[in-house]
């Protein structure tokens, strides 16, 4: 059993990876851009230059499991990126292929949703739970879903875009998709500041965030006030939890989880969050579920969280 995998996480402007040994310890991290390279193939060089002279500097050659890579629009099953928009370079991009022949690595690849998922069951908050739904909180919602202790992918490891299911709760909220109502448009960080837009136009409720202007107004805004004691506040993101909760009763009915982990900076609200969610989770869900399932945040560190997950899919998942 090898010691070291590298996790490599691909944005659509910068690419960190980093050498992490078995037990999740980061041990070297580096960082190089997205963009400003001709092509995915010279991309694809560059970042093996990288990892190559990371692995000799520590003297690991011989002890790495494998390559993990998060990027956007992965197909885990085909080893491609498929119709990123946020990519300069055209898709679909043979990432698996191309990184496993520069490198002679086992390559995998993965959505970051799917790659968070799975390092949350090995390095966090799911470590040893083989059922569980992982939904991350940022500026739009994504998920992972672990069933049986396997990562659920369907027919192009698309599977569970929980996000851009449609809610009561978001009708009329139109979504990036070019849909409306999905729950994205009212879990996500732009959901929340819709949500507080909308309050404070409502509601007489004094509140910090009244000092703040409109436009400039973000979520963290209102989970730092929140956390402070703001009611209005601490209403926004009750809202939002109780939306989360909903939601889950729903997802609960088809993957039958014990446990839903919550991340993202939307998550860092805390126990507001969880307590609304777990609240309505009970009141909503199906009896058989109402009792049963945990609602816990995120226990990866933020920094690291993305480069964990993609180190995990190399013992997890292997894409071919």
């Given at each position: 059993m090898k010691q070291y995998a590298i996790g490599v996480d691909m944005g659509g402007t910068n690419t960190a990876y980093a050498l992490i040994s078995r037990d999740g310890t980061v041990v070297e991290r580096g960082s190089l851009p997205t963009t400003g390279h001709i092509s995915a193939q010279v991309w694809a060089e560059k970042l093996w230059e990288s990892l190559r002279e990371m692995i000799e500097r520590n003297g690991v050659g011989e002890e790495i499991e494998g390559i993990g890579i998060g990027a956007p629009c992965a197909n885990t099953i085909t080893g491609c990126i498929e119709a990123a928009t946020d990519l300069p370079w055209p898709s679909p991009i043979p990432l698996k292929e191309r990184m496993e022949r520069l490198s002679g690595i086992r390559v995998s690849v993965a959505n970051d949703a799917n790659a968070a998922a799975m390092g949350e069951r090995?390095?966090?908050?799911?470590?040893?739970?083989?059922?569980?739904?992982?939904?991350?909180?940022?500026?739009?919602?994504?998920?992972?879903?672990?069933?049986?202790?396997?990562?659920?992918?369907?027919?192009?490891?698309?599977?569970?875009?929980?996000?851009?299911?449609?809610?009561?709760?978001?009708?009329?909220?139109?979504?990036?998709?070019?849909?409306?109502?999905?729950?994205?448009?009212?879990?996500?960080?732009?959901?929340?500041?819709l949500t507080a837009r909308k309050m404070l136009e409502e509601r007489d409720i004094p509140s910090s965030l009244r000092s703040i202007p409109v436009a400039q107004l973000s979520s963290?805004?209102?989970?730092?006030?929140?956390?402070?004691?703001?009611?209005?506040?601490?209403?926004?993101?009750?809202?939002?939890?109780?939306?989360?909760?909903?939601?889950?009763?729903?997802?609960?009915?088809?993957?039958?989880?014990?446990?839903?982990?919550?991340?993202?900076?939307?998550?860092?609200?805390?126990?507001?969050?969880?307590?609304?969610?777990?609240?309505?989770?009970?009141?909503?869900?199906?009896?058989?579920?109402?009792?049963?399932?945990?609602?816990?945040?995120s226990e990866l560190p933020d920094s690291d969280a993305a480069l964990l997950g993609a180190a995990a899919m190399v013992t997890t998942v292997s894409g071919d």
């Open positions: 090995i390095y966090g908050a799911a470590k040893g739970v083989d059922n569980f739904i992982m939904l991350t909180l940022g500026t739009g919602v994504g998920s992972g879903i672990v069933c049986d202790g396997n990562l659920i992918l369907g027919s192009r490891s698309f599977a569970g875009e929980l996000g851009h299911i449609y809610f009561e709760f978001a009708k009329g909220r139109p979504c990036g998709c070019g849909r409306e109502g999905c729950l994205q448009t009212v879990a996500s960080a732009k959901g929340i500041v963290k805004d209102v989970a730092e006030a929140a956390q402070r004691g703001d009611l209005l506040a601490r209403e926004i993101i009750a809202f939002t939890g109780r939306a989360i909760g909903e939601a889950c009763a729903t997802f609960a009915a088809f993957s039958d989880p014990e446990l839903i982990v919550l991340f993202g900076g939307v998550a860092k609200a805390g126990r507001i969050l969880t307590d609304a969610a777990e609240l309505e989770f009970r009141r909503k869900a199906l009896h058989l579920y109402a009792d049963k399932v945990r609602f816990r945040i």
